[in-house]
């Protein structure tokens, strides 16, 4: 029996994420990790039969967990970390980008959406500072303008073919891309005021 809470938006029905959709993720993540051609993206596996990370992070350490990868981009520079953790320890699984020297979460992404058919189609996240210096409104009217809305989407296996995981690591790279570059909104905006 699903445990999730169903939720509507303008592209459609979606979900919470249940374990078994993190696992299935999570597996095609492994897979790749695995196959002997690895091209743009390093993936590698970080955690061992689920059991839950330790000297990780404080925020992550001792949660429920998946599986856990380290992902880099070889030709272009940057890593991240792809945890698929219960993240508020109440049984709704969240794929966690961290970033790659550990340091802070760049997105916590719980948000899974389905097809007509009732296939997964891809995960939802939305750009939602929370910073606590006065400049969250200027960041979103930023994001905004940018690129059109505060929602992105990710899509997951289901949506691609198992082939197509590179679309999915674009994706979730982008996410962290686009949030740093909107976080640092005011200082652009500081630093074009003093030009």
């Known amino acids: 029996m699903r445990t999730s809470k169903l939720y509507y938006r303008e592209d459609g029905w979606g979900w919470t994420m249940e374990r078994a959709e993190a696992e299935?993720?999570?597996?095609?993540?492994?897979?790749?990790?695995e196959a002997e051609a690895v091209d743009t993206y390093d993936v590698t596996r970080i955690s061992s039969g689920g059991a839950p990370l330790q000297g990780f992070h404080q925020w992550a350490n001792g949660k429920p967990l998946v599986d856990?990868?380290?992902?880099?981009?070889?030709?272009?520079?940057?890593?991240?970390?792809?945890?698929?953790?219960?993240w508020?320890?109440?049984?709704?699984?969240?794929?966690?980008?961290?970033?790659?020297?550990?340091?802070?979460?760049?997105?916590?992404?719980?948000?899974?959406?389905?097809?007509e058919g009732g296939?997964?189609?891809?995960?939802?996240?939305?750009?939602?500072p929370l910073k606590r210096d006065g400049g969250n409104?200027?960041?979103?009217?930023?994001?905004?303008?940018?690129?059109?809305?505060?929602?992105?989407?990710?899509?997951?296996?289901?949506?691609?073919?198992?082939?197509?995981?590179?679309?999915?690591?674009?994706?979730?790279?982008?996410?962290?891309?686009?949030?740093?570059?909107?976080d640092r909104a005011p200082e652009l905006l500081d630093e074009f005021d003093n030009m």
Request: aromatic residues 16%; charged residues 25%.
């Open 24 to 33: 299935a993720i999570a597996d095609w993540m492994r897979r790749y990790s």
């Open 119 to 128: 296939q997964p189609s891809h995960l939802r996240w939305t750009y939602n």
């Open 68 to 86: 856990a990868f380290h992902v880099s981009r070889p030709l272009v520079g940057g890593a991240l970390y792809v945890l698929f953790i219960d």
């Open 137 to 182: 409104a200027v960041r979103k009217a930023y994001f905004k303008q940018q690129w059109g809305e505060l929602m992105m989407t990710i899509p997951v296996l289901g949506a691609l073919g198992e082939e197509e995981i590179g679309c999915f690591f674009d994706a979730i790279f982008d996410v962290v891309d686009r949030r740093l570059r909107a």
């Open 88 to 115: 508020h320890r109440n049984d709704n699984y969240y794929l966690v980008l961290y970033a790659g020297d550990k340091s802070t979460t760049h997105a916590e992404i719980q948000k899974l959406v389905y097809d």
